[in-house]
């Protein structure tokens, strides 16, 4: 037949599909004409059933025979190898068709029996140093379950600072991968669930799980206590620390726990009192370090006694100043109240952070104070104006010292009628003047100009600047006049007198 068709104008080439039956034909027609399509058609092989395969066809899934109790081997092969726990598998018939066996063979595919587990034992032990490289424990089995990286799956309960990873590595099988540095150190018997997300036939999802341990060292043990286990330093600072053990026999031995690597700056020494650390915190050393520490007693055999303590250092930054920009202090007026935090100009070292003013020049103003707290606050008085320099020290909860810059602060003085008043400038009536200085100085501007005593020409009026402006069109005349400066705070000036004359115009 095949050199027939083959003969044919219109038929290109011609391949035969077959297998030693038809259950294998019905799986070599699968694997050629359907790929990656996830879905499955069961019908049975028989001849009074081969209608129902016929039917099937628009469903558009492969179509694979099995007979009324039984997938056939070559059959099974092939769903394992293809069915995920996305699919979906279309058993064809009523139960005198397939049997109930055969529908719960294949539901099996999709969801597994709920014996997914492991393998191999996978209790080990972790020293403090944590996982110094990625460990992986293989041979991980899922049974009756073709386990791919798009399933779901979730990994709980991990001592901390440790993360896992699921990959496949084959229809059944995947690796699980531990990595990173578990801590607590005191943390033991962790164990770890892994549960796989399967797809039912016909009921919804069902969980499959497997659980294994991993004791971390460091659990404590045989009833001592030591007096530290927190400690705080800043960088910078210098520190010692004294462990002591109780709640055994004297003397007590210390010791690292094997693996564990201190920094440079951490240096320890056993004394008859106790374990010394001493520790000189470099820049850039903050940050949390944490390490084990065994302490035995004295005792022998059965009453020896041994602990296992995790000790934590948290390292802070050094306090350090910014008073640049909109940290800079702002000058002080005379009458207005000023108040400066400078906490808020400082980052790093531990709070709370304590302040001491460290005069470089000038005295503080008499109504002014500086606080423990960093805040500098008062109302200068008349006779206070001035500069006057000084630092600010920040000494952080750890005891380190920095100082900052020299800091100036001018406080302004009352705005200031000038002796001897000028006399001003004439003025021609009907001409535009320009602005004509009163001489004031010092306060804050704007000011306002108050007239206590005469009046100035019509036409004429003070600005912010303290300045006579505008066009004379009163009164040909001298004209004498007392004012009062208040600038923007409020602050008054004392009184003064001037005199302007109006001369006639010009023709």
Avoid at 124 to 134: A, I, M, R, V
Avoid at 254 to 273: C, E, H, I, M
Avoid at 390 to 407: A, H, Q
Wanted: aromatic fraction near 10%.
């Amino acid at each position: 037949m095949k050199t027939a068709l083959g003969k044919l104008p219109s038929v290109n080439n011609v391949t035969r599909l077959a297998g030693a039956n038809r259950y294998e034909t019905s799986v070599e027609f699968a694997k050629d004409q359907f790929s990656g399509v996830g879905n499955f058609c069961l019908v049975r092989g028989a001849d009074a059933n081969l209608a129902d395969a016929i039917g099937s066809t628009i469903l558009g899934f492969p179509i694979l025979y099995v007979a009324r109790d039984l997938i056939s081997s070559s059959v099974n092969d092939y769903l394992n190898r293809e069915v995920t726990s996305l699919s979906d598998i279309y058993v064809i018939g009523g139960t005198s068709a397939i049997s109930e066996r055969v529908y719960t063979d294949a539901r099996a595919k999709i969801t597994g029996d709920d014996t997914c587990k492991f393998e191999k034992s996978c209790v080990n032990q972790y020293d403090t140093d944590g996982f110094k490289n990625k460990i992986t424990i293989s041979g991980t089995t899922f049974k009756n379950i073709s386990y791919k990286e798009r399933d779901h799956y979730t990994i709980s309960a991990l001592p901390k600072g440790v993360t896992a990873t699921l990959k496949r590595t084959g229809n059944y099988t995947a690796d699980l991968t531990l990595s990173g540095t578990p801590y607590p150190v005191l943390t033991s018997n962790k164990t770890v669930s892994v549960r796989i997300l399967g797809a039912a036939v016909s009921s919804g999802r069902n969980l499959t799980s497997a659980s294994f341990t991993i004791t971390v060292l460091g659990a404590t043990v045989g009833g001592l206590t030591l007096n530290e286990t927190f400690l705080e330093a800043t960088e910078t600072g210098v520190y010692k620390f004294t462990f002591k053990a109780s709640g055994g026999k004297s003397p007590y031995t210390y010791s690292l726990l094997k693996g564990t690597t201190l920094p440079g700056w951490l240096k320890n020494d056993a004394t008859l009192v106790g374990w010394v650390f001493t520790a000189t915190p470099i820049d850039n050393s903050a940050g949390t370090y944490r390490f084990g520490v065994e302490v035995s007693d004295k005792g022998t055999g059965s009453n020896k006694k041994t602990s296992i303590f995790e000790i934590t250092l948290k390292v802070y930054k050094k306090p350090v100043f910014d008073l640049t920009g909109d940290n800079a202090p702002s000058g002080a007026t005379i009458g207005k109240k000023y108040s400066f935090d400078f906490d808020t100009t400082v980052t790093g070292g531990k709070t709370p952070r304590s302040y001491a003013l460290l005069l470089t020049s000038g005295s503080l103003p008499g109504s002014m104070t500086f606080k423990s707290n960093g805040i500098l606050s008062g109302t200068p008085k008349i006779g206070e104006e001035g500069d006057f320099k000084f630092k600010v020290r920040v000494i952080d909860e750890n005891f380190v010292i920095t100082d900052s810059e020299e800091i100036t602060i001018e406080v302004k003085g009352a705005p200031t009628i000038p002796d001897p008043i000028p006399i001003l400038s004439e003025i021609m009536w009907g001409k535009k003047v320009e602005p004509i200085s009163l001489g004031i100085t010092g306060g804050t501007q704007p000011y306002t100009i108050n007239i206590t005593k005469g009046q100035i020409p019509k036409g004429m009026s003070f600005n912010e600047n303290g300045e006579l402006s505008g066009t004379p069109i009163g009164d040909i005349k001298k004209y004498e006049f007392s004012i009062m400066a208040t600038d923007y705070y409020g602050v008054t000036s004392s009184i003064g007198a001037y005199t302007i004359t109006v001369t006639q115009p010009t023709t």
